[in-house]
Structures are given as C-alpha cells and as structure tokens.
C-alpha cells in the first residue's frame, strides 16, 4: 500500500520509488480522508477546490499508467482505517513520505505501531523539504533553526541536496478492493469548517464513495461553497508552470524576492508555485536542481541567498526545521520556549489539561474584536489592507509583501491583536497555507520570534504607493473606489465631499452599510487613527521586551505575567524589571517606515535576538540580558511562496 499525502505526484517521490523497488504483486495508491483535516483544521473552499484538483490529476496520471490503477480515495480516518485494510487487502508493506508536522508525526506514530503488530513492514522516506527536518535540527545542534544562517551551516553538514528521481514508467495492479469490515465514522463536532459548508457534509456516508468506485470526492459531497480562486492545482499544471518559469533563464537567475511588486494581479508577480509545493504536487528538489543548472550556466549577474530562488527553498526549510522540534507548541505562544509573550489583545484560549490552544480566544476588550472582523472582511477604512485582504478571500493568495503589511497591521503597527488570530485566518483562506512556515511568519512579523525590529512598520498609505501610485490595485479588489482621484486612493477618508459624490462613494459608517437607499456606494470611515495607534503599538511592544518573557515561562503558563505590567497588561503597558532588556536593540523609532522588505537588507552584525540561543541552551533563570543573538537572524522573509516579476514573453 502507497499511502499519498502531502505528495501529490509521481515525479520525484523517493517513497514511491522506494515501494516500487520492492517489486510487489499489487499495489494500492491510497488516500485517507482524514476528519482531522475535514473538521478540526480550518480549510476554506478554494483551498479544499486545489486539493481535489490536485488528487484528480494524480489519479488521472496514475490511470495513465495502469488503465486499472487509480487514487484509492477511502473515507475514514487513517488511524481506524489503515489496520483494517492491512487484513482486507492482505498488505504486506506500508509506504509513505516523512511528515514533520506536529499532528502528522502522532497519526503516523499511531500507524506505525498498528501496522508493527499487524506484521506489516513500514518504509518512510523524507521528500517534502530540501533536507529532512530532524536532520537539519540535529545538524544545528539539537535547537530549531531560527536562522537562514543556521539553515546553512547545518546543510554543510548533510551534503548536496538529492537529485530528483525520474518519474515511473509503470505501476503494478491494485489487487482485490473489497470491503469486508465495519466503516468507522468519525464525529463531526467541532467543525471549523462548518462557516465553509452550504449544505450537509456527506464525506463519510460511504467508505468508498457515494459510487462505491473510491472516487475523488466532490465539492457538493462535501457541502461546501463554490470556490472563488482562479488558482488551480495539480502535478500537470505544476510541471507547466515550472518549465515557463526555467525557461526564462534571466528571471530564474536574477529573481529577488523583495524587488517584486505586491500590487500586481493581472498577473501576479510571483510564480505561485507555493501551493503546489504544499500539497505536494511540484517535487521541492525537482525545482531546486532545475533553478541550480540555471545558475550554473548563466554568465550575467545573479542574485544570491536568502533573496534568490534558492533562498526561498531554504526559508521554507528553516520554518519545518524550527517546527520539528517543537511540536504543536511551535504553532502556539503558551508553552513555546522560542516565541517572545506580548500581552496581545483577543488571546487564545489554552486547554488546561495539555497547555495547546483551543481554537477559540478570550475577547478582552470589544473594540479589538470589532478591529479583527474588520480587518479579517476588508473593511479596516484602510484601502491597501482591505483590498489585500479581500484578495486573500477571493483568491486563496496575496504577494509576500501583502501578507507582511496585513499581519504588521493587525498585530504591532496598528491592532496590537495576538498574531495567533491572523494565523488563523490565513489557516483558513490560503491556498498555499503550510503550518510551519505560516506560523513562522506570522511569529516573524510580529517580532515575537525570528525578527526583533519591532519599530519598522508599514504604512498602508506609503507603502503601496511605491508600486502603484495610481492605486489600481485598490481599484480593482475594492471597486467602490474605483472612481476615486489618485491623491486620496490610499486615504479616501481626506476626499472633498464633492469628489466623493462624484466618484459615487462616500466615506461613511463601519462597513456594516455598503450602499444607501439611493444606490450610492459607501466604504467605511479608518477604524483608528494609523500614525497614533502604530507609536501605542510600538510603546507596548518596547515594554513587553523590558518584560523579557517567552511563552514557556511558568509566569506566562499561570497567567501570573501581570503582576509584571503596571496596568495589567491593558493596553500600552510599563514593564517592571529587566529595565536596560533593550539596550542592546536600536533605539526606537516611532513613526518609520520600513523602506521595502524588512531584514533582508540587514547585515550580519545588526542580528535579531533569536529565542533560546543562550549559553548553554537554558534560558531558564537567566537575566534578559544574557540572551545571545544568532548570526544571521532577522535576514529575509518567507511566506511559503516563491515570486519574482513576471517576465514578457
């Protein structure tokens, strides 16, 4: 039994490979329909739309191969499944690629032991990543990467990246597929997903289908809403997409991540290769050794790491390599020995019988809740954070930098709401969303991890206007402005009542109103005040570093954290001890800009502050100011996506 995964393809798979080499009799290519995924992990339609594009292409490539073969698509969870297919199908061998993933690495630990007594013999091979995660932290010592320097060093060490394997040319049958046991249905609630269904969910009416063939599931079994992305998956589209991108040798060579244009759509400026990479469907070392032989030959100037292709890759290595270690708490604030706490406003809910968070978060203070559902519809005021944030929902994915100006915005340069809420919501609507480098972004731009200059913020009025003066990105995912005079695109909220009634729009109410009783158009007034709530964002942050706590502090753990702010932690708070913790960052700055891609410009010696890398690797007991920095920390950025202007051809 092949059991397909996060390895949507058959090029590049050195855990087909490897079932492949075993000869066998027969072969079943499976598919588990996971409730963990369909319940509990919050998906929204486009993202579920690229899933099942990419599984039908899969199954259409192996038909290819076998016209009797196909993806087996069974629908149970793997846990309960996979030992009851073992004695049905009378499986000898269980194959599957490596998951790092903190949920991932428990199913399969389940698996492995079930199929252990079933005297079924397991082969597990690494294939997501440039390198395996487990390797590159034992490489780095034993510590997470927190680094691309650390990513580096620790690559030295395990050698070249392996060379991509040819796809097979052949598959084996599939043997008999009858079912001879009790289906095992699992319980629907929670639902995480339920906003995202129109009708009921029929996933598992039928263990193998509503047809009984184990048939990719559809939309409508699922029940759920049509899908609004322009964005499709599947290994084939995958492989097109990378030969046009190779083929322009001098994009290849020259790509810089941070020179790209946010306010591109019609098309992107980046490759949007990302979700390909997620579910598998695009090989990561295919891409890399395809990139290299570009370089190799290429004789004009070339960009370099961390902003190159190449770069990309290992910034997706370095967030699974941070992630591996540290479990679920890696995706969480309490419990995370390598996440800064900051007494964020609307703060996760934590079970107190394992310490991870619930999925549901305490709502402080009304007026921060009214900020985040503002900034999760598109209706901050704010024309380049609505329009950003409508295109997320819209279609599944926003530019790098996009994603970098909407999570400053909502965390330290405006909201001061937990980085865990926009996690969520990026959980959710991304299409290309990957646990690991999610949430290490997120913890990046809200200098809680990773990154420590808090002062440099983006502005949502200059920033954009860098790549788009005009405003037609504004125009286009928020066309009630579409009329609007350039000069007030970015703040229409200054417009002259007479141009607004011209431009068909007025600046009026909170977003709840779009449009009067007489067919005018409104768009909401700013929710704050951007310049006074980015120096109250900062101010706060300057003393939760005086604090100096990191999530795994008892103190953090007990709630007992405000006994160190003089106002409880509301708001903008004073830091009691640890009164020189920030003599070692720069001196703030209130009010600047970050001048384009934050960090990546930054050298060696102006490193971040890296959580846990004190002497010894204790941090426990130590004063603030003993925590060393990582070399290198705080240089480039990653948002799971690869980009680069899009070339004319």
Known sequence: MYWFRTDLRLHDSPALKAALDLKPDCLYPVWCWDPHYVYRARVGPNRWQYLLDCQSDLSASITKLNPKSKLFVAREAPQTLLTKLFKAWNITHLVFEKDTDAYARERDENVIRQAKEASVEVIVKMGRTLYDPDELVKANGGKPTMSITQVQKAAEKLGVVAKPIPTPESLPNPGDTALDFDHTQPSPNPDFNDIQR???????????????????????????????????????????????????????????????????????????????????????????????????AYKGKQSTI??????????????????????????????????????????????????????????????????????????????WIDALMRQLRQEGWIHHLGRHAVACFLTRGGCYIDWERGAEVFEEWLIDHEVACNTGNWQWLSCTAFYSQFYRCYSPIAFPKKTDAKGQFVRHFCPELKDYPDKFIYEPWKAPIADQKKAGCMIKGDGDETEGEGGEKFYPKPMFDFNVRRTICIDAIKNAYHVNLYGDNAKVKDGTWRDLFSDNAEGPTEGKSAKDATNRNKKVKSGEEASGDMGVDQDEGEAAEVGGETKGGDRQGKSPGKRKRGAGQGQGTLDGHFGGKKAKR
């Not at 699974?320 to 390598?338: I, K």
């Not at 310490?355 to 809740?369: F, Q, R, Y």
């Open 198 to 296: 129109d009708s009921k969910d029929k996933s598992y009416t039928n263990l193998s289908g509503p047809r009984g063939d184990f048939a990719v599931p559809t939309m409508s079994e699922l029940g759920l809403k049509r899908a609004t992305t322009q964005h499709r998956g599947g290994e084939t589209l995958a492989l097109k997409a990378l030969d046009d991108i190779i083929s322009n040798t001098k994009y290849t060579a020259t790509f810089s991540k941070p020179e790209t244009a946010p306010t591109a759509f019609s098309p992107q400026s980046t490759t949007l290769l990302s979700p390909h990479h997620h579910f598998g469907s695009l090989s990561v070392r295919l891409f890399y050794w395809r990139v290299m032989d570009v370089l190799k």
């Open 306 to 383: 961390p902003t190159n292709l190449i770069g990309q890759l290992l910034f997706r290595d370095m967030y699974f390599a941070a992630q591996a270690p540290l479990g679920y708490s890696f995706a969480q604030t309490v419990g995370n020995s390598h996440c800064r706490f900051i007494p964020w406003h609307l703060p996760s809910k934590v079970d107190p019988c394992n310490g991870l968070i619930t999925g549901e978060h305490h709502i402080d203070t009304p007026e921060a809740e009214t900020w985040f559902q503002r900034w999760k519809w598109g209706k901050t005021g704010f024309p």
